[in-house]
């Protein structure tokens, strides 16, 4: 069974950083495209970025590019989520979450597994 292990939330300033991680288990990630989506309180679940396991291909949302950058590491089976420079618009819950084909979509159904969530309030 696949499973995905969000950590690295926290609480952080403004302009401070933080870094994601999601740990995955249960498969390789091989013909995969991997995501990042947040939610805020109230607010519906959007779109992060995207990267491509095998090529390493990305996507952003516009409001954070240039800000956040997505990475893999594929001998640690994991994803990353780098993000500078945040302001108190990013605060949000973080999933992770995972396709089984390589595509790189933005649509949060298009994903089949998701992790836990893990928090990043950026307040002063």
């Known amino acids: 069974q696949v499973q995905l292990v969000e950590s690295g939330g926290g609480l952080v300033q403004p302009g401070g950083t933080l870094r994601l991680s999601c740990a995955g288990s249960g498969r390789s990630f091989s013909g995969c495209a991997m995501g990042w989506f947040r939610q805020a309180p109230g607010k519906e679940r959007t779109f992060v970025a995207a990267?491509?396991?095998?090529?390493?291909?990305?996507d952003y949302a516009d409001s954070v590019k240039g800000r956040f950058t997505i990475s893999r590491d594929s001998a640690k089976n994991t994803v990353y989520l780098q993000m500078n420079s945040l302001q108190p618009e990013d605060t949000a819950v973080y999933y992770c979450a995972a396709k089984p084909r390589d595509s790189l979509s933005p649509q949060f159904w298009a994903y089949n597994y998701w992790g836990q969530g893990t928090q990043v309030t950026v307040s002063s």
């Open positions: 990267i491509r396991w095998d090529s390493g291909t990305t």
